[in-house]
């Protein structure tokens, strides 16, 4: 069993004795800046503050012939194309089949309006830089 810990990561690795099946799981913290505009309302609200962090989780199993990982983050929703690049880049990085990931929202509220594809976005963001910056970032977070 490992366990390490990084600034906005914790990561814990464990395998059976028998060497059947592998799991690991890490926490990425996805905060956005204050004064990002939130999701989840039909008027433009802006963050004030942090109560709590939020985070992309990840599990990866590996039972030696295939692997597979699933990602949950403390968002509303994830546009597609946020989707398809996240997996592009977990795929270039580790190997892992595009078609072997699942990446999923928690549909929180409460957290950034994620630009992607809404015909929403730009009512919701007033097409702003924090929230475009924040959507960029978001796909490198997950993977």
Request: proline share 5%; charged share 20%; glycine share 8%.
């Amino acid at each position: 069993m490992t366990v390490s810990r990084h600034e906005s990561k914790c990561v814990f690795t464990a395998s059976s004795s028998a060497g059947g099946l592998r799991a690991g799981v890490a926490a990425v913290k996805i905060t956005p800046p204050d004064g990002i505009p939130v999701s989840g309302y039909y008027y433009v609200r802006n963050s004030q503050g942090v109560l709590d962090d939020i985070f992309a989780k990840a599990m990866v199993l590996d039972d030696g012939k295939a692997n597979a990982a699933m990602v949950v983050c403390d968002l509303l929703l994830l546009p597609r194309s946020m989707l398809i690049e996240a997996r592009r880049i977990i795929e270039e990085k580790t190997g892992i089949p595009a078609g072997n990931i699942m990446i999923s929202a928690t549909h929180a509220h409460t957290g950034p309006a994620i630009v992607g594809g809404s015909s929403l976005d730009d009512f919701l963001t007033s097409a702003d830089k924090l929230s475009q910056d924040y959507a960029q970032q978001v796909p490198k977070w997950i993977a």
